[in-house]
């Protein structure tokens, strides 16, 4: 089974809007991290935001927060007020374990944002 | 500060080759991974580093594939006998030892092998 699972391969976002970008995971680990990265046509991974599984509320940096629903499993990023330098690759992560283990990658959904 | 930074950025072999991927990461991290990532797909695991030695390396394909860091900072990612399903861009990340909650990502090696 897929451990992470992001079901929009591109979406086309109105500038000034509010989007949703999904994901889901699967883990039988108590302990485990979600992060979400950004990834411009330059190739660079850019952090944005992370939610630890015990952490009571959601994780919000700036336009940038995340809606966590731990018994759905579902850990999806909405990017508020979308700006044209929103357009690039978004990736889902997750860590499994308390540490500095691994990340687990999506295949990552392309947003464009429309002018 | 500097980033982690990834040597070279571009690499054109041939099959067969044997080619060597630099990584330095931020300074002061002990941790640090590499990931390969084919086009159209997220990055994939292949090893990761605690200090200097190799914590878990179950991402790396098969025996052709081999990583180092042997004093605890730079590593080097050994590709033998390259195959052109090696192309891909192989990234390094570090992570500093107080904070499981990012990876910092270098610039990536892009790797043909035609």
């Known amino acids: 089974a897929q451990k992470i699972t992001q079901t929009q391969p591109g979406m086309f976002v109105q500038e000034k809007e509010a989007v949703t970008l999904d994901c889901t995971y699967d883990?039988?680990?108590?302990?485990?991290?979600l992060f979400w990265y950004k990834q411009p046509s330059s190739g660079e991974m850019i952090f944005l935001i992370y939610?630890?599984?015990?952490?009571?509320q959601n994780a919000t940096e700036g336009r940038y927060s995340l809606n966590f629903q731990k018994a759905r499993k579902s850990a999806n990023l909405v990017i508020s007020a979308s700006q044209l330098g929103d357009s690039a690759m978004y990736f889902c992560?997750?860590?499994?374990?308390?540490?500095?283990?691994?990340?687990?990658f999506g295949t990552g959904t392309r947003l464009t944002i429309i002018p | 500060g500097a980033g982690v930074s990834q040597t070279p950025s571009n690499k054109v072999t041939e099959k067969g080759k044997y080619v060597e991927l630099r990584c330095d990461p931020i300074?002061?991290?002990?941790?640090l991974y590499w990931y390969r990532q084919s086009l159209g797909q997220g990055p994939e695991f292949l090893i990761y580093?605690?200090?200097?030695?190799?914590?878990?390396d179950s991402g790396l394909p098969n025996d052709r594939f081999f990583a180092v860091r042997p004093e605890g900072s730079v590593s080097t990612l050994k590709i033998q006998r390259t195959e052109r399903g090696d192309s891909a861009v192989y990234l390094c990340?570090?992570?500093?030892?107080?904070?499981?909650?990012?990876?910092?990502f270098g610039p990536g090696t892009r790797l043909t092998v035609l």
């Open positions: 939610q630890g599984s015990y952490d009571q």
């Open positions: 990340a570090s992570s500093p030892a107080q904070s499981y909650n990012e990876q910092f």
């Open positions: 300074s002061g991290h002990t941790a």
């Open positions: 580093f605690q200090g200097t030695g190799a914590a878990d």
């Open positions: 883990t039988s680990d108590p302990s485990y991290g």
């Open positions: 992560a997750m860590r499994e374990g308390g540490g500095n283990e691994k990340l687990t």
